[in-house]
């Protein structure tokens, strides 16, 4: 017996293989994890150097540009990213994507090592770490407290964040604001130079006496005794009593000469909820960690700690994407859901069985939840992309399953009984349906196979697709026959049936009809039905191009960021000003649920003179949607005086809030970039949709430059590295050890008094120490002020400047086709070029990989199909069907006002393998009736007649089966309803048409095969 027979003829061993398909699929689903879209690895590698006190100009140089050509020759690196702020250098090498990130990790690293010798002495040592672009926050907590700034922060990091680093899942938790406890040894100058002493010097005693160390340990008989030497000071005042030697026998006590301050760290940013001070935790999952249990987790163990604090600290989640994710994700499969309804009901529309009904109704979710079996075990979570898989699955899985039963109740419409009408129908369909489930799977391969960001984005989505049409066909050949011959009963339509599906039966005759009276028609004029086509095709091609295309569609996730920046020279304070009326405003607005803000971190390199802010917006069937809020953000925020103010959506992939049109210039000077970024955007200013236009250039910050004089510092036997080592400690003071108290670290710092380092004037005043004495610095330097670069970025080892701006009221790609023209006029002086960055580059990179795809597709599919039918001619006439499916593609997208994103393209790719198949079922069959004695075109039109209600039943199905999905309605709608817009569309046209469109070609090609035979050529 075959696995159909056995199926059928030992239903109870069919029913336990269904049973421990369905146990081992709902445990696999229980336990597999859950997230919003798949995990995207672009393998990245950060080196950070810290080197305090320097310029943009000098870290370029000192720090960058070495670190760069080291990591320059690691082989695997495709491109270097480099970017100098204030005290601060940053050094990322992006790999090529089959590069091992970890070796390569290691091999920067060794490479760093080499050079360190060449950097700067006071730079810190460079950190090498592998950088995670999926460790984005899924939540982001606020802490509010009554307690001092430094208590509060000290308090979260220590019990809050760690504890919460402990759930299984977690990766980090990473805590924003708050002040730092800092203890300040503040000295004058006269106070130095009467006793001779430099800052540095200074330091290091005091570092040298607040220590504690073990000496080793006495054995004396039984007992052993530990020796330690104690000198930490128990109290902040105590380090008042380290000596501190001058020479010459003499010593001065650390109280005589500095003032003691328990005070706190220099504020260099601030952040607030609901414009109250707070501290913000940002937390970050584990990669497939189940963020919705994570989640879950953490508001648990919330809850435990709350009490210890007795109300002095409070925590509230502002931001949970876990909820987010959980709702995208059963949306999906509640769409699924309903759709296997509908076309279940579909079938018992055109069946009138209420056991064939049944029979769909057992099979379909056994392959769906035994789909989850292979998901599990290869480690894909449930996200937007893997249920999307199953639930476009639905209409595809019903196709087997409507072949066989319709030829199963074809044998028993014949007088066979159940049983054997089961057995014979099924044998019988066996090949066609092999052959649409070949053709189905087939355009995955290059799918889940296909390299780059969209490669990987689609991998889990492309494997669960082919998963669930295997075990659809498994299902097809085994459960449904099982399930149609046990649950059939009488083969007669019931009178409820009647009562319910009469209607149907008529619309269905007046569709079978029509079909009837224009296929033979079709047939018999086949010029003028293939020139119908051809104007078809071309009208569509010709609207096309008012279709908008962009790389990701635009997801409204409840949350719009309003990104501040000021002049170069604003102060932290003048910078809180503005972005205190940015929250005002927009706590006024009636869908703003709550507001989060960062001071002087309001960009990924900020500094003083950013802030960002963030507004949590109310439920979305309740507000206009987030883009339409940014727009009319913009023009209010437009009229803000000394303020450059963007406004941006929070992007469906939970990065950050870079603009998705970026032009970047690249070149060796900085005043071109300059003059030539400035010349792009005021030419950028007229495109329609364009808006939030700036470029990443900011020169103006004011610097106090010392010109060394060479001679007199030689005199003196100082270096200018003394001389700018000296100065650094003045001004940003010298770390001296650290003071402990209940377990807690802080930095001691010796500086200057604020009344010496409060006004740039003051600095030439300062003393410098030297082995013949002290000098003030204004007669070994000459004092020039200029204005320097806040930042500056590289790509690959060259300065950049980015022109970037926001898209609004347009698609991407529409703005992008404005703009090249613009850019191609602007003349740029040798050794300068543009490139395109962001949403652009990321479409010019993996459009090109899907259209490769589909090209892959379409020929593997050609391939297949020849080898079904054995003939590669008729292939190609089946072909046909799939630019034919472009007539539905247009107008669906231009109607439902949708573009064209990676979804779409991903389901024109789908359409290759599902539009031939209507083609298949009718070429197949009319070849068998032509060997049995039919002519050709006989063959074709009774093939299309015998064929129609199978093939209308799979269109229609799989059509009901998308809609749900084609209406996004819910949450993460977004993500659904392009490829199943495309896809209906598609279906509509490529499938359905294809039933007028393939019956004269076919009977032309064998009019075209007999003339040439009776002409001698064949």
């Not at 998901?375 to 476009?392: C, D, E």
């Not at 819910?970 to 309803?977: E, K, L, N, S």
């Amino acid at each position: 017996m075959g696995l159909v027979e056995v199926s059928v003829r030992r239903p109870i061993l069919t029913s336990v293989i269904i049973v421990i398909l369905l146990f081992l699929g709902i445990y696999a689903f229980l336990n597999e994890g859950v997230a919003l879209l798949p995990k995207v690895d672009i393998p990245v590698v950060l080196i950070r150097t810290t080197y305090k006190g320097a310029s943009p100009l000098e870290v370029e140089n000192l720090v960058v540009k070495p670190i760069e050509d080291a990591v320059a020759t690691v082989e695997g690196v495709d491109e270097i990213n480099g970017y100098a702020i204030e005290g601060t250098g940053f050094v990322v090498a992006q790999l090529t994507y089959e590069t091992d990130v970890t070796q390569a990790t290691l091999d920067i690293s060794t490479r760093i090592r080499s050079i360190i010798g060449s950097l700067p002495e006071d730079a810190d040592e460079p950190v090498v770490e592998k950088f995670d672009i999926n460790a984005r926050p899924f939540m982001i907590m606020v802490a509010e407290s009554n307690l001092p700034p430094y208590m509060t922060k000290s308090i979260v990091e220590e019990q809050i964040a760690k504890r919460i680093t402990q759930i299984p899942g977690m990766a980090n938790v990473d805590v924003v604001g708050g002040r730092t406890r800092e203890i300040h040894l503040n000295v004058s100058p006269k106070e130095l130079v009467a006793r001779n002493l430099s800052l540095r010097k200074l330091s290091s005693y005091v570092a040298g006496s607040n220590l504690n160390s073990p000496s080793g340990r006495i054995s004396q008989g039984l007992k052993e005794t530990s020796v330690r030497v104690v000198g930490e000071p128990k109290s902040v005042l105590e380090l008042g009593n380290i000596g501190i030697p001058l020479g010459e026998d003499k010593v001065v006590l650390l109280k005589d000469i500095a003032e003691i301050e328990d005070g706190l760290a220099e504020e260099r940013s601030k952040a607030r909820y609901n414009g109250k001070p707070a501290i913000l935790l940002e937390l970050v999952a584990r990669p497939n960690a189940n963020v919705v249990e994570v989640a879950k987790q953490v508001k648990k163990v919330i809850k435990e700690v709350a009490p210890a604090f007795r109300g002095s600290i409070s925590l509230e989640a502002i931001y949970d994407s876990s909820e987010f994710v959980e709702k995208a994700v059963k949306n999906v499969i509640r769409d699924m859901t309903i759709g296997t309804i509908l076309t279940a009901l579909v079938i018992f529309l055109f069946l009138q069985q209420f056991g064939a009904t049944l029979a769909v109704a057992v099979s379909m979710p056994a392959a769906i939840i035994a789909t989850f079996i292979p998901m599990f075990l290869m480690g894909f979570t449930l996200n937007v992309m893997s249920t999307l898989g199953l639930a476009i699955s639905v209409g595809v899985l019903v196709n087997n399953a409507i072949l066989v039963l319709e030829n199963i109740y074809r044998y028993r419409d014949m007088g066979e009984t159940p049983i054997n009408a089961s057995i014979k129908g099924t044998r019988e369909i066996e090949v066609a349906v092999l052959s649409t489930t070949a053709t189905n799977l087939g355009v995955f391969i290059p799918v889940a196979f296909m390299g780059g960001i969209v490669g990987q984005f689609f991998y889990q989505f492309a494997l669960t697709v082919v998963f669930a049409t295997l075990f659809s066909l498994w299902a097809a050949f085994t459960v449904t026959p099982m399930a149609a011959a046990r649950l059939g009963g009488v083969h007669r339509v019931s009178k409820p049936a009647m009562i319910l599906t009469g209607w149907w039966q008529k619309v269905y005759s007046t569709i079978e009809d029509a079909h009837h009276y224009l296929v033979p028609r079709c047939v018999r004029h086949p010029v003028r039905t293939l020139v119908f086509f051809i104007v078809l095709l071309g009208v569509a091609f010709y609207f096309s191009r008012y279709i908008g295309f962009q790389f990701f569609p635009r997801v409204d996730e409840g949350i719009i960021t309003v990104s501040i920046e000021l002049s170069s020279t604003a102060s932290l304070d003048a910078t809180d000003e503005v972005v205190q009326y940015v929250e005002k405003t927009l706590k006024e607005k009636p869908y703003v649920k709550s507001v989060s803000s960062n001071v002087g971190g309001g960009s990924r390199l900020g500094g003083a003179n950013t802030g960002q802010v963030r507004a949590y917006l109310i439920e979305e069937g309740r507000r206009p949607s987030a883009f339409a809020i940014a727009s009319m953000l913009r023009k209010e925020f437009a009229s803000v005086p000394d303020a450059k103010i963007s406004v941006n959506v929070s992007n469906g992939r939970g990065g950050g809030n870079s603009k998705p049109i970026q032009i970047t210039l690249v070149g060796p000077e900085l005043d071109v970039l300059n003059e030539k970024s400035q010349e792009l955007i005021g030419k950028l200013r007229g495109v329609e949709g364009l808006v939030d236009l700036d470029s990443d250039w900011e020169v103006g910050r004011q610097e106090l430059r010392l010109l060394p004089n060479h001679f007199k510092l030689a005199g003196l036997g100082v270096t200018l590295d003394d001389v700018a080592s000296e100065l650094r400690g003045y001004i940003s003071g010298v770390k001296a050890g650290v003071y402990r108290e209940r377990g807690y670290e802080y930095d001691i710092l010796v500086q200057l008094g604020e009344q010496w380092r409060d006004a740039p004037s003051k600095v030439e005043e300062l003393p410098l120490w030297t082995p013949k004495g002290f000098v003030p610095l204004k007669e070994l330097v000459h004092v020039k002020y200029e204005k320097g670069p806040t930042a500056i970025y590289r790509l690959d080892r060259q300065r950049k400047v980015t022109v970037e701006g926001e898209v609004a009221g347009r698609s991407v790609g529409e703005v992008f086709r404005d703009i090249q023209p613009i850019v191609r006029k602007i003349e740029l002086p040798q050794g300068y070029r543009f490139i395109y960055k962001g949403e652009i580059e990321d479409i010019q990179e993996n459009f090109k990989r899907l259209i490769t795809a589909f090209g892959m597709a379409t020929f593997l599919t050609f391939l297949m199909i020849a080898g079904i039918i054995e003939s590669y001619l008729f292939a190609f006439v089946i072909m046909l069907t799939v630019p034919i499916s472009i007539i539905g593609v247009v107008p669906a997208l231009l109607f439902t006002g949708t573009t064209l994103s990676i979804y779409g393209l991903l389901g024109l790719i789908m359409l290759v393998g599902l539009v031939v198949n209507n083609a298949i079922i009718i070429v197949d069959y009319a070849e068998l009736l032509r060997k049995r004695g039919y002519k050709p075109d006989e063959a074709v039109i009774e093939a299309c007649n015998v064929r129609l209600r199978p093939i209308i039943m799979a269109d229609v199905t799989t059509l009901i089966a998308l809609l749900p999905l084609a209406m996004g309605m819910g949450t993460g709608g977004q993500y659904r309803a392009p490829l199943a817009i495309v896809l209906i569309g598609g279906l509509i046209a490529g499938g359905t048409m294809a039933l007028f469109l393939i019956p004269p070609i076919y009977n032309v090609v064998w009019r075209l095969k007999a003339y040439v035979s009776k002409g001698g050529l064949l």
